[in-house]
């Protein structure tokens, strides 16, 4: 099934693939193992719906850094993909990422919401946010990727 969808996104924009994907109902890769679904989508600005998984909580009991980092830069990537035109892809070149807040729930709700705050010709300028459901004025974590080039 991926690779028949694989297929068929090559002659979609990226915003076209990215509802596509959501969908079809079934996830591979980094989809399946975060398990995260799409909210929000529209040009430039993507939100991610999580709940947090026991697979991906740390030995100290909180949310991983690195599964909060994943989902940063899928947020991210996708909403440089929005910007993307049939046959485009992108690539991220590079990730700032700040942890504000542990998430020690595994009930906590969160919002994933990525955005593109300067779409160049080649590089895409992006930022996102984590924040719980709640929408607590504090962050979880906040990244910045500076570059993000089109091919």
């Known amino acids: 099934m991926k690779t028949n969808f694989n297929q068929q996104a090559q002659n979609m924009t990226g915003m076209q693939r990215l509802k596509a994907y959501e969908q079809q109902g079934e996830r591979h890769g980094m989809a399946a193992n975060l398990g995260y679904t799409l909210g929000e989508c529209e040009l430039g600005n993507v939100t ?11 030995l100290i009991g909180s949310l991983h850094g690195g599964i909060l980092a994943s989902l940063l830069d899928t947020a991210m990537g996708c909403a440089v993909m929005t910007h993307l035109e049939v046959g485009e892809k992108h690539t991220m070149t590079d990730l700032n990422t700040k942890f504000i807040r542990a998430v ?23 930022e996102g946010t984590i924040h719980n459901q709640d929408g607590k004025m504090k962050p979880i974590a906040t990244a910045l990727s500076p570059k993000q080039t089109r091919r």
Do not use: C, F
């Open 104 to 126: 020690m729930d595994s009930e906590e709700q969160l919002i994933i919401v990525g955005r593109v705050e300067h779409p160049g010709r080649r590089l895409l300028a992006t």
């Open 48 to 58: 991610l719906n999580y709940s947090p998984k026991e697979r991906h909580m740390n």
